[in-house]
């Protein structure tokens, strides 16, 4: 079972000949995958900073050869234009902090109402950098990221995230797992499963204040 793999895709079919292996966060043709369902989460996240009024948004991508973070990108246009909102790409970034950070240093003189991050790590640091050049959140800029992990909590009123459900994932791959094990002659067609993903609205997002 691979989760977040960035090995070519033709390396897990080889791989696949010779072991049951499960995809997870990503699908290759050939091989059973769960990823999360992209659109449904990008397309709650852009109608969230709608409803608050913001109309210009930055996606701060993750790392070039990410699978999830082309699913996002893509996931996130779609959403952007059914709402008439103005979407832009910024990266790739590091999937950490530093890369948030650096993020924000190259966007500082030109931001948007809002940024969706790759990640939490992206988000935190793009966050903390905003708080410290002095720009008020979310009254000059709302900041969202992805994973909902522990650190998402501990600024300010938290970050905004869309939370992936990691148990169900985890499940959902084991039990393929266990009948790929099972059974390793049966030719069976390749089970590409999604899992719904839900928006958690923290105070990192919100309307934008007018001059």
């Known amino acids: 079972m691979l989760s977040g793999t960035r090995q070519s895709d033709a390396m897990l079919n080889h791989l696949s000949k010779r072991i049951p292996v499960v995809v997870m966060n990503r699908r290759v043709a050939g091989l059973d995958s769960v990823t999360p369902e992209f659109e449904h989460g990008m397309g709650q996240a852009i109608a969230h900073l709608a409803e608050?009024?913001?109309?210009?948004?930055?996606?701060?991508?993750?790392?070039?050869?990410?699978?999830?973070?082309?699913?996002?990108?893509?996931?996130?246009?779609?959403?952007?234009?059914?709402?008439?909102?103005?979407?832009?790409?910024?990266?790739?970034?590091?999937?950490?902090?530093?890369?948030?950070?650096?993020?924000?240093?190259?966007?500082?003189?030109?931001?948007?109402?809002?940024?969706?991050?790759?990640?939490?790590?992206?988000?935190?640091?793009?966050?903390?950098?905003?708080?410290?050049?002095?720009?008020?959140?979310?009254?000059?800029?709302s900041v969202m990221g992805h994973d909902d992990i522990q650190l998402s909590r501990l600024v300010g009123g938290g970050l905004t995230t869309v939370v992936s459900p990691k148990r169900a994932q985890g499940r959902a791959a084991v039990e393929r797992l266990i009948r790929r094990i099972e059974n390793p002659s049966a030719h069976r067609t390749p089970v590409e499963g999604s899992l719904p993903v839900r928006l958690v609205p923290r105070g990192a997002t919100g309307p934008r204040e007018t001059p």
């Open 52 to 141: 608050n009024g913001l109309r210009t948004v930055t996606y701060v991508a993750g790392p070039v050869n990410s699978w999830s973070d082309g699913e996002r990108w893509r996931a996130v246009r779609v959403a952007a234009r059914r709402h008439g909102m103005q979407i832009q790409r910024h990266g790739p970034s590091a999937p950490t902090i530093a890369g948030g950070e650096q993020a924000f240093e190259e966007m500082h003189d030109s931001l948007p109402h809002a940024v969706i991050c790759y990640n939490d790590l992206v988000a935190f640091g793009f966050l903390v950098s905003a708080l410290r050049a002095g720009i008020r959140v979310p009254e000059e800029l």
